[in-house]
């Protein structure tokens, strides 16, 4: 077996350096965050660089876990994230099915008006009047039905179905499958990938937005968890520590980077059991069409 010369590992080694300090530049700010909110008053007030809590404590976690409105921010996040992915898988399925089949007419037509739908825009205002017109205000439908259809996540899907031999449909049709058949028993079971891949990119969206809270939302119980945090972070909006009088109040800024890992925690969790059907799926859809 023949060895590199000495210009290569040269190169191979600035390249593991490059990528290390990327690396770490990425991964500092949660390590920042994570020993900020584990640290003691004194250390979280410091300022300069963190990399290991210094004088532990819980406390800041568990005056955040004792704020009603985290549990309730939770709670409307949990069923955006959940209805609202499957919603927009149900949508999208339905959309890009027939979109993908060439006896269909008019597809151009519409896959046209999709592409129209991610150029142009109606505005906030227009957005405000529909959502009033449709009794959807200070409701926690207003989170998911919006949301139900995205154009770049039907194209995706279309690409992807595309993608899938013809011989597999038409010997389905010669079995006498019909259409919702042959989408259920054979379309889906292949498109696990960009199921996953289009269910992932919907599950952090809605855990990440806070916008449509803002705009169409004042019951503070209908919440999202991003709009408590927001509250927090920006406004300082807690309600008095809980603390025991012979204990130290944590610091403010403790208290905001536990609702950051708070708030971060259900993506923290989900995304490496579906980083793989993640990968796949993206190279999918973006490759062939």
């Known amino acids: 077996m023949r060895t590199g010369n000495w ?14 300090v990327l690396a ?13 909110s584990l640290s003691g008053r004194g250390e979280a007030l410091r300022n300069g660089f963190h990399w290991i809590p210094r004088q532990p404590t ?7 876990l004792t704020y009603p409105f985290i549990w309730t921010g939770y709670g409307n996040t949990l069923f955006r994230m959940v209805v609202g992915t499957l919603l927009t898988l149900i ?6 099915y027939p979109l993908s089949r060439r006896e269909f007419p008019w597809k151009r037509v519409l896959v046209m008006l999709l592409l129209f739908t991610m150029i142009f825009d109606g505005g906030i205002v227009p957005n405000y009047l529909l959502m009033k017109e449709l009794h959807l205000l200070n409701t926690r439908w207003v989170y ?35 259409d919702l058949r042959i989408l259920t028993r054979i379309i889906l079971p292949l498109s696990m990938p960009v199921l996953v891949t289009i269910g992932l990119w919907s599950l952090v969206y809605h855990i990440n937005a806070f916008m449509d809270n803002l705009l169409y939302v004042t ?3 209908k919440f999202v968890l991003q709009q408590i945090v927001r509250q927090i972070l920006i406004e300082n909006r807690l309600d008095p520590f809980t603390t025991a009088v012979n204990e ?9 980077m536990a609702a950051v890992i708070v708030s971060a925690f259900p ?3 989900l995304y490496p059991f579906l980083l793989r059907y993640f990968e796949k799926g993206t190279m999918i859809g973006s490759v062939k069409g």
Request: glycine fraction near 2%; include cysteine.
């Open 91 to 96: 949508v999208t399925i339905c959309a890009a």
């Open 58 to 64: 819980f406390v800041p976690y568990r005056e955040l």
């Open 24 to 36: 770490i530049i990425v991964v500092y700010p949660f390590i920042h965050v994570f020993s900020v």
């Open 7 to 20: 210009q290569d590992k040269l190169t191979v080694s600035l390249i593991y350096i490059v990528l290390g």
């Open 267 to 269: 993506v923290l969790v």
């Open 219 to 221: 019951d503070q119980t």
């Open 144 to 178: 998911v039905l919006p949301q139900a259809a995205n154009a770049f996540q039907v194209l995706v899907m279309i690409s992807f179905f595309r993608s899938v031999p013809d011989a597999l449909i038409e010997a389905a049709r010669i079995d006498g499958a019909r």
């Open 248 to 256: 130290v109040p944590p610091a403010p800024e403790s208290l905001k």
